[in-house]
């Protein structure tokens, strides 16, 4: 089994500073992970995902994350936000053998003028 | 709240039947979603229904794939005729306006 902690629920930023949206999870076998970011009024959507190489992972719109096996992490980041960003973002992981996926709660980032 | 719930949890049918996969939301979510998840393609969105009213089905992938949502607290997605590459992990998840619940997923064989 496996499980997702998303440490911080929401995420206040000022346009054009760096933001990263922490992502935790533990599981008992390898695993394969995501980041999905769901608009206002819509559904969700796939922004990265690491499945084997490179640890370092960039998406759609700027975004990137870091997959850090020793510390069992999956942070997101980009360095300079848009107002555009505001959403919910949540992390997602699932075992290689094909399990089903298990969410975090979610992060709010409120992008602010 | 039991959360969103999904049943069947694991089918396993044949090429060419008929599939049919069950949701039952939140009670008093205005909103529900049908996504479907592969390895190679993540989360998909397929539809989703306000107010049980299809507002989006833009991803459903073929004909062969329909959902309907008789009232508030049921919808189906379903697939005449299965085909081997429909075989995926169906979620269904309900939202009362901000955020969506997710249920357990429907894993999907069809051989």
């Known amino acids: 089994a496996q499980s997702v902690t998303q440490l911080d629920s929401q995420v206040p930023v000022f346009e054009e500073a760096p933001v990263e949206l922490r992502c935790n999870y533990s599981?008992?076998?390898?695993?394969?992970l995501f980041w999905y970011v769901q608009y206002p009024n819509q559904g969700l959507q796939l922004l990265l995902k690491?499945?084997?190489?490179?640890?370092l992972v960039k998406g759609i719109n700027g975004f990137e994350a870091e997959f850090n096996k020793s510390q069992t992490s999956f942070h997101l980041r980009k360095p300079s936000v848009h107002i555009s960003d505001t959403a919910e973002y949540f992390c997602?992981?699932?075992?290689?053998?094909?399990?089903?996926?298990?969410f975090g709660g979610g992060t709010r980032l409120m992008v602010k003028p | 709240d039991a959360g969103v719930i999904q049943s069947p949890r694991h089918e396993v049918t044949e090429m060419g039947q008929e599939v049919t996969l069950r949701c039952k939301p939140i009670s008093g979510h205005n909103s529900l979603f049908w996504y479907r998840q592969t390895m190679m393609r993540g989360l998909e969105l397929l539809i989703y229904f306000n107010n049980n009213v299809p507002i989006d089905d833009s991803g459903m992938p073929e004909d062969r794939f329909s959902a309907k949502m008789p009232n508030a607290s049921f919808s189906t997605l379903k697939i005449q005729p299965s085909e081997p590459r429909d075989s995926a992990v169906y979620f269904c998840?309900?939202?009362?306006?901000?955020?969506?619940?997710f249920g357990p997923g429907t894993r999907l064989t069809v051989l």
């Open positions: 998840a309900s939202s009362p306006g901000a955020r969506e619940f």
């Open positions: 997602a992981v699932s075992g290689i053998a094909g399990n089903m996926l298990t």
């Open positions: 599981s008992s076998v390898s695993v394969y």
């Open positions: 690491y499945l084997s190489g490179s640890t």
